[in-house]
């Protein structure tokens, strides 16, 4: 069992920037994937910053060059620098991780998520 918990949103304008702080805790040494994740009113969720092996990342088209995934392995935290905030940003953004509970049989958990508003 995993438990993750969020923080660090907030109200910023645009063009602002916000770190966003992700909290693992439990089974952590299952960890093998952590995530940022977001999702607005109306919308699916959405990848938005992926990091493996706290070196490997990708990162959605629409972040590029402008939000930073890291990650402190021996903290069990993972971090979201996200600068140049669009108005086009605002959602709750949740944090992910992947881990294995046993042999064969992967598990994927879930903050409850931080709200971000983008707006001036």
């Known amino acids: 069992q995993v438990q993750l918990v969020e923080s660090g949103g907030g109200l910023v304008q645009p063009g602002g920037s916000l770190r966003l702080s992700c909290a693992a805790s439990g089974s952590t040494f299952s960890i093998y994937a952590m995530g940022w994740y977001r999702q607005a009113p109306g919308k699916q969720r959405e990848l938005v910053a992926r990091?493996?092996?706290?070196?490997?990342?990708n990162y959605a088209d629409f972040v590029k060059g402008r939000f930073t995934i890291s990650r402190d392995n021996a903290k069990n935290m993972v971090y979201l620098q996200m600068n140049s905030l669009k108005l086009e940003d605002t959602a709750v953004y949740y944090c992910?991780?992947?881990?294995?509970?046993?042999?064969?049989?992967?598990?994927?958990?879930w903050g409850q998520g931080t709200q971000v508003t983008v707006s001036s």
């Open positions: 990091i493996v092996g706290g070196r490997n990342t």
């Open positions: 992910n991780a992947e881990g294995f509970r046993a042999i064969g049989e992967r598990m994927t958990y």
